[in-house]
Each structure stands twice: as C-alpha cells, then as structure tokens.
C-alpha cells in the first residue's frame, strides 16, 4: 500500500484541516496557504492523481460540490467572483498528488490575473494549426 496523500491524512483527521464540506465520495477543506481568504480545495476521497483517473461518475460528484460550494465560499468571504481550476500534472504546477479543484475566490481590484495568465509565453497560432490540433483531439474521441 502507497502512503496515504495528505488530502487522504486530512480527511482521516490525521493531520489538522479545516473541512467544510464533505459526501461519501468528496471532500472540501480550507488551502492551508491561502491565495485569497476562502480559498478552498474540492477532492474525491479516493485519492485519483489526476483528473483522467477518476471516473466519471466521482469527477461529476467534484464538480457538483464545486458548483454548490463557490456561492457558499464567495459569500461567505464577500468575494465578488472566483477563479476555479485544476493543476492537472505537474507541468502544469500541480504539487500535491491527489485530484484537487481550486476554489479562488476574487476581488475587484485584487490585482490578479485570468487563467489566460497561467502560461509564460502565448501560443502563436494560426487557423489551419489550430484546425489541425482539433482533428488530432477529435480523432482520439472515435
Ligand atoms: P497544487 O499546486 O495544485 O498541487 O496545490 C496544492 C495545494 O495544496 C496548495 O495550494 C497548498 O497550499 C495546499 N496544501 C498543501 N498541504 C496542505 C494542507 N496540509 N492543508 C491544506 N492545504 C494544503
């Protein structure tokens, strides 16, 4: 047996978190590091690394605790929005190995980006190529 994921060990009450919802298939806790006050991490129990792992039926549990949870969280922070996302691998920042929705909740004036920020440099590319990138996605779809 793998060691359990800290998300597991908070879950367990193994290690102190602050939980503020949870089903039998997902759970949500206050980011011990904050970006934003509420800024909040929707995960299954199982501890699926990433979003491709879980089935279908837990990713739809996640997202339905998201879609209940960020009016909650953004009242209850007085939040004027919020940024939800996932870092789905480590390329793309994820640091803990266990599926988690960030739940951000945003500011006016917070001085923040969009997720259009999260990469370093923009793509540069034209219609075909883009054209192109959709037939290879469409074509691992059948
Ligand atoms: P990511 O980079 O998407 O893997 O984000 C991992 C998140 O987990 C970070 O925002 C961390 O602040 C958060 N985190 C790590 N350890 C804990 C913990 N013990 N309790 C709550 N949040 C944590």
Avoid: C, W
């Avoid at 998300?7 to 102190?16: K, L, M, S, T």
């Avoid at 007085?78 to 994820?94: L, S």
């Avoid at 266990?98 to 370093?120: C, N, W, Y």
Wanted: hydrophobic letters at 40%; glycine letters at 10%; proline letters at 7%.
């Amino acid at each position: 047996m793998s060691e359990p994921t800290i998300f597991e060990r908070i879950i367990e009450g193994d290690v102190p978190g602050h939980i503020v919802y949870e089903t039998e298939t997902v759970a949500a806790f206050l980011d011990a590091n904050p970006l934003t006050p509420g800024h909040t991490l929707v995960v299954p129990k199982e501890p699926y690394t990433r979003l491709r792992d879980a089935p279908p039926e837990v990713v739809t549990d996640v997202f339905e605790a998201v879609r209940t949870l960020s009016p909650a969280i953004e009242d209850a922070v007085d939040a004027d929005a919020a940024t939800i996302g996932v870092n789905d691998g480590t390329a793309a920042g994820q640091e803990v190995s266990h599926l988690h929705v960030h739940v951000v909740p945003r500011f006016e004036g917070d001085g923040g980006g969009s997720i259009h920020t999260a990469v370093g440099s923009v793509a540069d590319l034209d219609d075909d190529e883009i054209g192109e990138i959709g037939s290879e996605i469409a074509a691992r779809l059948g």
